[in-house]
């Protein structure tokens, strides 16, 4: 997994950073303290698209977060909060000037707690060397359908999940976690079926009923396929981006959302 992520032209970390990652990972589990890599690294694994790694997300139950915590201390990080401010209700976000370690163990709207599902259901991959465990897919996507805000949304995450892992996905978990909030789920899959309606189709067709949806019917219009390309694409909130003839056809193709 690492040499893959390493020779992605669309994936990068520094070795500095990797080496207080691995410290803290190595750490943290000759202390038995139990946790998963989440996050992007996780979305990264499950869609299989290459992004930028500005941090490691690392999840696990409250109750075990001041021991993970204090390894951050021992291994030379800071508290980011005295630059950065943040909500240290369900985070916690430690620092050398360069390398982030974040320590959660809520969702950042307070609807869960991570419990042992979150820390012992996911599958195991190898990062710098160390095998870890990562946060299950179901998980993964079930925090995403909550970022949706001004700057911020994760849509485009959990589209990717659908159309890669979406048929695999264990959908009673899914559900039972989102509870009286599966019209979010609902609307995920709405835009989705617009966006890549055969992808879609491969989804069970019981979770289109159950959630009161129509069932996506076949691809006709030989243009829907590309209806990805519809959607706006302007830098609203960050840097100027480049323009198109200045990527590469590897870097358009990766970027774009759902390749349907």
Known sequence: MTEQLAASPLWRVDPDKWAIYSQVLKMAQRRHIPFAVGGGTATMVYTGRPRQSKDIDLFLPPDRREQLIEVTRECGLQDLYDEQPYDRAWIYRAHDGAAIVDIIWSMANYR????????????????????VRLVPVEETLWCKLYILQRDRCDWPDAFNILHTV???LDWERVISRLEADTPLLAGVLSVFA????????????????????EYPPPLIDPNAGGRVNLLDSRGWFGPEMPR???LSPEILSSEKVCKC
């Open 112 to 131: 869960s707690q991570v419990d042992a599902a979150w820390i012992e259901d996911g599958p195991e991959i190898e990062l710098d060397g160390v095998r």
């Open 166 to 168: 979406g048929p695999e």
């Open 194 to 213: 617009w966006l890549c309606p055969d992808r879609a189709r491969d989804l069970p067709r019981s979770l289109w009923s159950r959630l009161k949806l």
């Open 244 to 246: 198109p003839e200045m």
